[in-house]
């Protein structure tokens, strides 16, 4: 068994002349959760249902959970999928469907897997209710649901808060972590970039259909590599900080942030001390430190 | 080895299908076409067995009529009443004697709507499971069932639940034609009833699986359930085409191979087109009430092979497409 939940291997796909994804190449840690971020056509969701194997690629290879995603009932069982757009059948009760749907995945008891499922995501009083009329966030919900059953080592979700109001996207994140501590791998497409930054262990960065950066999410906002210093008041050295050890750049960002960029292969604590203890030195009042950027600028900074 | 590992691959594909087709009926069932299309397959079959029994009654009183005037007796009626059933029943079954003969204790009225509704069943099949695939697809509710089962076991798994509503349906219609019919005919015994209600929902039952097939394979073939629709009335229509100018084209060659020591010439039609009929599934509707078993089994064989093609080529869609 690989480490890895999910690889892809140059893998493109067109929609006639249209390249929805060029070349992507990405691997996904078991036991990870993984960010799939980028802007509107970006290629997520075309990568996502991939993934599901809802799409087959044309070129490339995928392995998910170490089989062709494409192959006739490989991933049963191992995989909770939540696809975008994909709409609720209608003319069922949510409780029946769901049963329905944990019967086809031969899950032991299929209708106390859709009652726990339905209670993680907060749905139980939707268990009688007919598809047609959950609103859109409780067919979300519903639908968030339906992946949980059956706790499978894998569980893509795309787009899992979008359209929901912050209470429920709070409880939806809550499950998200629930599951990276019971160590499911979970991959995650969705816009809000501070959601991802909260929740994953590692991103990839698409943007018009290829991989504009992947890694760790210190890797992504530079954790390692440079941190901001607020300053309240008082002048700072830019010469002296710039020929501190192991600092490779400093500057000032607008009026009241200074910018420290570090070696590689440094603890970056031991830097943050030295920086802060000279400012201090030097009468210099500090509102905050934080180590590299928000995942926001660094993706505004890419695409 | 490698079929030891088959088979618990085949056997989860089937308990895949069961649960797809048992709960797919489930809902079938339940909802409002079911049961709106119940109504209007009844309400045409009641029509159709109205018109035909008012018809038949006024060709009897006109005919009865004729012969006081002409001071006929009442063997004389009778007579002539058998001989237009033979007539009718002739026309209705190709002259084949040996069918018109299984057939004769089956009242006229019985065979008239089952020839009609069997012409329109393939219509009433494509309203009732139109958007059996295309209405997952279009939507992408298949997104949920493909990551849980396989394609081939959600195909098969509706194309079941489809064929038997149907078959459920067609036996409540046969039932109370054939009620209606022994009540409207004392003479027509109890088990001539259960016999002839059993063959005739069989004959029902092979004819409609080809088409519940069709069906199938037009709904895999598009997003929209409405185009999946329209192309399935435009197969119907040409598989009627084929079947009608197949005909027509065989009645010319007989006739030219008749007439052809006169040199007449040949017929104007291409010769070939006679063979056209083969290839629509209605040509092998004459022989489903047969009660030769080589001539029935050959009819079912057809139907069978056209089920086949069709279920093949709806799997072989859903299997290349993107979902």
């Known amino acids: 068994m690989s480490d890895l939940a999910i690889e892809l291997f140059g893998v493109s796909k067109r929609f006639g002349p249209k390249v929805a994804v060029s070349n992507v190449s990405l691997s996904v840690p078991r036991g990870s959760v993984f960010g799939l971020i980028g802007p509107n ?51 069922w009760e949510t409780g029946a469907l769901l049963t329905y749907w944990a019967r086809l995945s031969a899950l032991a008891e299929p209708e106390r897997e859709a009652r726990e499922a339905l209670e993680q995501v907060g749905l139980m009083e939707a268990w009688n209710v007919q598809t047609q009329a959950l609103s859109h966030g409780m067919a979300k919900r519903a639908a968030m649901a339906q992946a949980l059953m059956g706790r499978p080592p894998l569980v893509l979700l795309d787009e899992p808060t979008a359209g929901l109001d912050p209470r429920i996207a709070a409880q939806v994140r809550q499950v998200i ?81 200074l910018r420290v960029r570090i070696k590689g292969g440094v603890k970056p604590e031991e830097v943050i001390s030295r920086v802060v203890g000279h400012l201090l030195q030097h009468g210099v009042l500090i509102l905050g430190v934080s180590r590299g950027q928000r995942l926001e600028d660094r993706v505004l900074q890419l695409l | 080895m490698r079929n030891s590992a088959r088979f618990p691959h085949t056997l989860d594909g089937l308990k895949e299908t069961l649960v797809i087709w048992s709960a797919e009926l489930r809902r079938a069932v339940r909802s409002g076409r079911a049961v709106v299309l119940l109504g209007l397959y009844s309400m045409f079959s009641a029509l159709v067995l109205l018109v035909v029994g008012w018809l038949a009654g006024q060709v009897r009183e006109a005919v009865n009529k004729q012969l006081e005037t002409a001071g006929a007796g009442a063997d004389a009626s009778a007579q002539v009443g ?31 709507v089952f020839k009609i509704t069997l012409f329109f069943l393939p219509a009433y099949v494509a309203l009732m499971g139109f958007d059996q695939l295309s209405g997952e697809v279009g939507p992408r509710s298949m997104r949920y069932l493909t990551v849980r089962a396989r394609r081939s076991s959600v195909l098969l798994g509706k194309f079941l639940s489809q064929a038997t509503l149907l078959l459920g349906l067609v036996l409540i219609i046969d039932m109370a034609i054939f009620v209606y ?54 197969l119907l229509f040409v598989f009627w085409l084929m079947d009608t100018i197949g005909r027509a084209a065989q009645t010319a060659y007989s006739a030219y191979q008749v007439v052809d020591a006169y040199a007449v010439g040949e017929p104007s039609m291409m010769p070939f087109l006679r063979f056209l009929r083969y290839l629509s599934p209605s040509y092998y509707a004459g022989n489903l009430l047969h009660p030769k078993l080589a001539e029935f089994a050959a009819s079912g064989a057809a139907y069978a092979g056209f089920a086949m093609v069709f279920l093949l080529g709806a799997y072989a869609v859903l299997r290349a497409r993107d979902l």
């Not at chain 1, 599951?179 to 979970?186: L, P, Y």
């Not at chain 2, 092979?206 to 037009?218: E, R």
């Open chain 1, 177 to 257: 972590k629930g599951m990276k501590e019971a160590r499911q791998t979970v991959v995650v497409s969705s816009h809000n970039l501070q959601e991802l930054e909260e929740l994953c262990d590692a991103a990839a960065i698409l943007d018009k259909g290829k991989l504009a950066q992947a890694g760790t999410m210190s890797e992504l906002t530079g954790q390692g590599s440079e941190f901001r210093v607020q300053i309240a008041r008082g002048d700072v050295l830019i010469p002296e900080i710039a020929s501190m050890a192991d600092v490779t750049d400093a500057r000032m960002e607008g009026e009241s942030v």
């Open chain 1, 41 to 91: 056509g970006a290629g997520k969701t075309t990568t996502f249902s991939m993934m599901c194997g809802y799409l087959y690629p044309t070129e490339g290879t995928l392995k998910v959970m170490d089989v062709d995603p494409a192959t006739p009932g490989a991933l049963k069982g191992r995989l909770g999928a939540l696809p975008q757009d994909a709409v609720l059948p209608p003319g």
């Open chain 2, 181 to 234: 019919a022994r009540i409207a005919n004392p003479g027509f015994g109890f088990a001539d009833v259960v016999i002839n209600l059993i063959k005739f929902w069989l004959a029902a039952i092979v004819f409609s699986l080809a088409y519940v097939s069709l069906t199938t394979l037009c709904s895999s073939l598009f997003r929209s359930p409405a185009v999946s629709l329209v192309f399935n009335f435009i």
């Open chain 2, 82 to 112: 058998e001989e237009m059933r033979k007539g009718v029943l002739g026309f209705l079954l190709s002259d084949d004697s040996a069918m018109m003969e299984a057939l004769s204790r089956v009242p006229l009225e019985v065979l008239v």
